[in-house]
């Protein structure tokens, strides 16, 4: 007798998410208001195809711009207007800028000469890999820094350590690039995970190691505007309905300090819990002196890339102080938008920083993930529904804000282990919000909790693409990823909401 097979992820996904619309909009559940109840189903049908990926995540987010005019949430422009938002041409500049940042290899050169200046102990290497990894997971995504930093851990590991067997098979193109994160960087940058499986020794330091890239690539991404996906949520939602204007500089008041503290924190549980240590033979301990010699001396691409993203970087954070006073029209997703045009009229030995062939390479479904959840975020407003799920939280009777951090950043930490960071951030947006106006807490700091923590998923290798990456490098198990990033996830809770509770308020005032 024959089974038929058990229905797969996504085809549970196709029917249960029009299944649940439809359950939704004509039951009214709640006694929700027809335009609140519009938005509670076509935002199931989104989440739904989000987490199950019937169709590319992308493709989903555009599900807004067909239900909301349909259910009579808002009009077609008003369900398109937050797809433009000025967060998302800030990205755009982003994402155009690190293109040409990795085109010049400029961003090889720059973790190497970090590097360099660490040592080789284990501990340092472990510490040089995290801020090396965190500062270019600053400006560049999360998921090409990873990529470019794995092989260089891997010479790194094979050269200071005794050759073992290794743990996992090597994972395929599809593999790696977990469906939770549309955050995909095609190109070369992949080929570098292509190693010979007998040459990967078996050691805590290179667990540690690889570790500390995933981590690395995931807290540094908090320190910027541009960082990570859920940083420029947060941005987009206050802008829109708060009326605050949150620059590059403010939150780098904010991210930086947390990173820092964090990565300080999260390097000193690696080496607690793994106690890395790295074979002393003398000779081994030149390998990235060596890779940084083989790149010779700059290129002019190099330094002419290097000076526009000096200027952009320059231009972010004194705008306040500088431009502001006597441009006040000029806003950072305006100099993210001239710094991405200028890469491609700057010339370099007959050709320009940037052609146009590279932006096939722009993660445009982030632009799109992006737009959905600021689409989401104003159905919520429109329709009431945020105020409606924010005093159904406070019935629950944490209305302090200690507590109301702590659960949030409770619950968006493990979420976002399953779900992609900016989704989950764009759900929880304007709860917060209302949240904070029902309650009388300040919603930015609520909002910030959510945002800080959608970006910190350590447990599993779904969770982020770093994560992704470094476990198809081969130097861990599943349960070793769980059982560190279960003891790396706490106290980032517990740091989310100590920086969100009493830093916060000091310098978004």
Known sequence: ??????????????????????????????????????????????????????????????????????????????????YADPIVFLLLGGFLLALAIERWNLHHRL??????????????????????????SMWISNTATAMMMVPIGSAVIVELTAVGGRRNPPLER????????????????????????????????GLALMLAIAY???????????????????????????GVQIGFLEWMLVGVPLAVVFLVVTWLLLVAVLRPTVDSQPGREDVIDRQLSELGSMTMGERRVLAVFGLVAGAWILRPFLIEPVLPTVTDAMIAVAGAILVFLVPVDGERLLDWEYT??????????????????????????????????????????????ILLATVVCLLTNVTSNTATASLFMPITLSIGLATGVAPLTLMATAAFAASFAFMLPVATAPNAIVFASGYMTIPEMAKVGLVITIPAILAISVFAIWWLPLVWS
Request: proline share 7%; aromatic share 8%.
């Open 111 to 136: 973790s190497l000469l970090i590097l360099s200046a660490v040592g080789t102990s284990a501990r340092a290497l472990v510490l040089g890999f995290m801020a090396a990894t965190a500062f270019l």
């Open 216 to 242: 690395g690539a995931s807290i540094g991404g908090a320190a910027t505007l541009i960082g990570s996906p859920p940083n420029a949520v947060l941005a987009g939602v206050a802008e829109s309905n708060l």
């Open 360 to 405: 096939s390479r722009v993660p445009w479904g982030v632009l799109l993930l992006l737009g959905a959840g600021f689409s989401i975020a104003r159905g919520f407003q429109v329709s009431g529904l945020d105020t409606i799920v924010a005093d159904g939280i406070i019935s629950l009777g944490v209305t302090e804000l200690a507590g109301m951090v």
């Open 1 to 82: 007798m024959a089974f038929s097979s058990p229905l797969s992820r996504q085809d549970l996904g196709l029917i249960l998410a029009p299944v649940c619309f439809l359950g939704i909009y004509f039951t009214s559940p709640f006694g929700l208001s027809l335009e609140a109840t519009a938005v509670l189903a076509s935002t199931a049908w989104v989440i739904l195809w989000w987490v199950t990926e019937v169709i590319p995540i992308p493709v989903t987010s555009l599900l807004p711009v067909v239900l909301f005019p349909l259910t009579g949430v808002t009009t077609v422009g008003g369900a398109t207007a937050p």
């Open 174 to 205: 599809e593999d790696i690039v977990e469906p939770n994160d549309p955050l995909d960087v095609e190109g070369e940058l992949f080929h570098s995970l292509e190693e010979d499986p007998e040459s990967l020794p078996n050691t805590s330091f």
